[in-house]
C-alpha cells in the first residue's frame, strides 16, 4: 500500500523500518497515549517479526514520511463487518502540533473508503476507532477537523502496563459523512 498527497507518503512498513518502528515503540513518551508509558520493551526480532505478520494482506502495518523522512506509523485492520479500524501516530515530536495529523487522518479515510481491493472484498461504510480520555488533542481534532461522531466513553475499560485502569472514547465517521465534509 502506498499513498501519497504533497509531501506527505503512507506506505507499507517494510523490514527496513524495523529499527526505526522499534525505536518508537520502546519510547514510553511516544507510546503514552495508546497506554505504554514504559513503551512495549520488544525486542528488534520481535519488530521484525511482527512487520513480517502483515505482509500480504489487506490489513496493513504503515509508516509515515514526510519530505521523505519516517516521522510515524498507523495501521488498519479490514474486517468483515464493512468496518476499518484505524491507529495511527505521529511519533517524531518535532512534527506535532504543525497541521499533519489531519491530513495523514483524510489521506487514510479516503483510501480505505475508495481502494478498489479493499472495497471489492469488504466495502467500507464506516471507520472506526478510539482514543484515551486524556488525548485531549485527539479528541479535538476528530470531533472539529475530521468530524467524526463520537460514540461512547468506556470506564476503565483496560489495565495499561502499570495497572491503571484506563478510559476510551470510542469514534465513527460514515462513508456518506466523511465525502459529504469535504
Known sequence: MRIQKDNIVIR???IDDAIQLNKWWNDGR???????????????????NNIRSWEGKLSQLCVIEI?????????YRIKDDNAAYPGWKICDFSYQNQGYGPKIIRMLFEFLFTDEVIN???????IIWDTMLDNERAQYVYENKIGARKVRVRKGCWKDQNGQLRTA?????SKEDFFNAR
Not at 39 to 48: A, K, Q
Not at 120 to 126: A, L, Q, T, V, Y
Not at 169 to 173: A, P, R
Open 120 to 126: 471489492s472484498k469488504f466495502p467500507i461504510e464506516k
Open 30 to 48: 511516544v507510546m503514552e497515549h495508546a497506554g505504554f508509558p514504559n513503551g512495549l520493551m520488544e525486542s528488534l526480532e520481535d519488530t521484525m
Open 12 to 14: 507499507s512498513a517494510t
Open 169 to 173: 472514547v470510542d469514534y465513527e465517521l
Open 67 to 75: 519530505d521523505g523522512k519516517l516521522v510515524g506509523e498507523l495501521s
